[in-house]
């Protein structure tokens, strides 16, 4: 027997805002954040120079005892946990001490900057940048430890350190252990600290936006004269709980998540296929047990690189078999990398609260190796539908698809 999974909290930390009115404001204003990093003109052979990073972000007063094993990454990871636990009316709760609560949360890597201190240690011959907290900084799973360090949580910690799919992962693991009943709470979701090192991988591949001089016009996903992605920053975070138990307790219930599939390509580590890509949204359908024409919009990954988004829309076209409304939130803050999938299945399910879908910034001319989707463009979309689904797609093959239901 399975039980419900209900989302009784959420929050977003990203260029858009700490909050989620200020970051639908943002939404509707249709303007990006993107910005260019002056100081990365040292960085010679390095092609980009834009950036999407959270240059306002303040950390709650948190006892140093509890943040001093924190870089930035972790900071930002509990910072939003902090604020949906307090969302969903669960900060001090005695339940996050019983074993039926636990942590699923991934980020690409731990901070860098704890890293180069190794580092240094193997070029220097010296020890002394190494301090006792050097590797929980670095570990790659510093902010699922972390957050279950700063809540008490004794039960299942996941960590997923799986780039792109980082945050969505998370949140359908944590899906299935309330769903098969291992768990009843669980906090889910991904962060990623700007380190101009991520930038660096995408450049090599010849995949990062170049157009310094204009930071408002990039990135364009779907665009036929788009020319590569931006990396941004943030973390996301989102409160899963078992329906009746969050209904004893008399928690708001933002929306129900209904469908989870993932898979993985077993073919390129950095080439997306887009009949694997299927799967994984066919899986999360069936899952939902719902006809593919119920999914009123698609929150896609769109990360605006030509190969990622001929991939993705074949995937999302052939699935669903029609041409579903779709967007990218990566047009308004970049690719947060392992935050990007909690961050906007937290806005998903905020829009579809609001019964409002975001358009694709920069889309002006839609590529015509993109399959035939319906490119919300404009001022966005007026969209009352019960269900909306979110997917992301990582490095590795990793494919995932989140559905969420409307209560």
């Known amino acids: 027997m399975t039980r419900r999974v209900v989302i009784t909290g959420g929050s977003s930390i990203s260029a858009l805002g700490m909050d989620m009115d200020t970051i639908m404001e943002n939404l509707r204003g249709l303007k990006n954040k993107i910005v260019r990093m002056d100081e990365w003109d040292k960085y010679t052979k390095m ?18 005892k509890k943040t001093r094993g924190m870089g930035r990454v972790a900071l930002m990871a509990v910072t939003s946990a902090d604020a949906a636990m307090k969302l969903a009316g669960l900060s001090d ?5 019983s074993g039926r609560c636990g942590v699923a949360f ?6 860098v900057d704890a890293l180069l201190d190794f580092y240094s240690m193997l070029t220097t011959n010296e020890v002394a940048g190494i301090t006792a907290t050097t590797y929980i900084k670095s570990m790659p799973q510093t902010c699922a430890v972390n957050i279950g360090v700063f809540f008490g949580l004794t039960g299942r910690l996941i960590s997923t350190n799986t780039a792109c799919t980082a945050g969505s992962l998370s949140i359908g693991y944590a899906y299935e252990a309330i769903k098969y009943g291992m768990q009843d709470i669980m906090v889910a979701g991904g962060a990623e600290e700007l380190n101009p090192t991520e930038s660096a991988v995408f450049d090599t591949l010849f995949a990062t936006s170049t157009k310094n001089a204009t930071p408002e016009l990039t990135p364009a996903p779907y665009d036929k004269n788009r020319d590569g992605l931006v990396i941004g920053e943030g973390a996301g975070s989102v409160i899963l709980e078992e329906y009746e138990h969050a209904k004893a307790r008399g928690a708001k219930i933002y929306a129900e998540l209904v469908g989870f599939g993932t898979n993985t390509d077993g073919d390129h580590i950095t080439q997306p296929k887009k009949e694997t890509m299927q799967l994984a949204l066919e899986s999360a359908i069936r899952d939902a047990g719902i006809s593919p024409d119920a999914i009123g919009y698609v929150n896609g990954h769109g990360t605006a690189t030509k190969q990622g988004d001929m991939a993705e829309s074949w995937a999302t076209f052939n699935a669903l078999k029609r041409a579903a409304p779709i967007s990218s939130l990566k047009s308004y803050i970049g690719h947060t990398l392992g935050a990007c999938g909690a961050i906007e299945a937290w806005t998903s399910i905020n829009m579809m609260q ?46 995932t698809s989140l559905i969420f239901k409307r209560l």
């Not at 972000?57 to 006892?63: E, G």
Request: glycine share 8%; with cysteine.
């Open 47 to 64: 092609n980009t120079r834009l950036a999407c990073p959270v240059s306002d972000f303040v950390s709650p007063d948190f006892p140093r």
């Open 93 to 97: 709760d005695a339940e996050l001490r």
């Open 106 to 111: 991934g980020s690409s890597t731990g901070s």
């Open 354 to 399: 609001q019964k409002w879908a975001c358009p694709n910034l920069n889309l002006k001319t839609i590529d015509p190796d993109c399959a035939p989707l319906d490119y919300i463009m404009g001022a966005g979309r007026e969209i009352d539908s019960e269900y909306f689904m979110s997917n992301n797609f990582a490095f590795g093959g990793i494919n």
